[in-house]
């Protein structure tokens, strides 16, 4: 159960991350750091927190509290990412350090019990609450690139209103398992 659940759930974030690589794609670099008012976060302030959560939930995630000292939380909440290259590389940064920390769990640790912020946590639990927490944000992601973009957005799903066509599709080439996610 454990094997099947972990290779789900990569297959989950790997989906995510997918979704907000490819809404990075369509925005130009000044539209990263676009925000709708000052309440506001832009994609570059999403990523920034993304990646100081990661990397602190993460590393040594089965020795230490997932809520580390050097972590300065509001700080993510800063306009500190200053190009579309940095920005990518703290992407890609959290997300290996993620990764990483996923693919050491294994039988003899993964009923281990972590800590974050000082509550108890099962390995699974930990997973799940990062699944919700980064879906979330990644969302935010999408939406703020659907506002900048309008009519030029192109949908990273099945577009609008074409939900019996891709069906159509879907159901002729046989594909009946469900699983549509190369086609998104």
């Known amino acids: 159960m454990e094997i099947n659940y972990l290779m789900n759930v990569k297959t989950q974030f790997k989906y995510y991350k997918s979704v907000g690589e490819k809404t ?8 990263l750091f ?16 993304l990646y100081g959560n990661m990397n602190s ?21 800063e306009s500190v990412i200053k190009n579309k290259e940095e920005l990518l590389e703290k992407w890609n940064d959290g997300w290996q350090c993620f990764f ?12 281990t019990t972590i800590y974050i912020r000082n509550q108890e946590h099962t390995i699974i639990e930990a997973i799940n609450r990062q699944l ?9 992601i999408v939406q703020i690139g659907k506002m900048i973009k309008g009519r030029g957005w192109k949908s990273l799903t099945i577009p609008k209103g074409k939900s019996m066509e891709f069906n ?15 086609d998104l």
């Open 24 to 31: 990075f794609k369509q925005l130009e670099e000044k539209e």
């Open 34 to 49: 676009w925000r709708f008012n000052e309440a506001s976060n832009s994609v570059a302030i999403i990523v920034n927190h």
């Open 57 to 77: 939930r993460w590393t040594n995630f089965l020795t230490s509290d997932g809520e580390k000292e050097w972590r300065n939380r509001d700080l993510e909440f």
């Open 100 to 111: 990483e920390a996923l693919n050491s769990i294994n039988e003899e640790n993964f009923n």
């Open 132 to 140: 919700a927490h980064y879906s979330y944000h990644i969302g935010q």
């Open 168 to 182: 159509a599709k879907k159901f002729s080439k046989g594909k009946h398992d469900g699983d549509f996610s190369d």
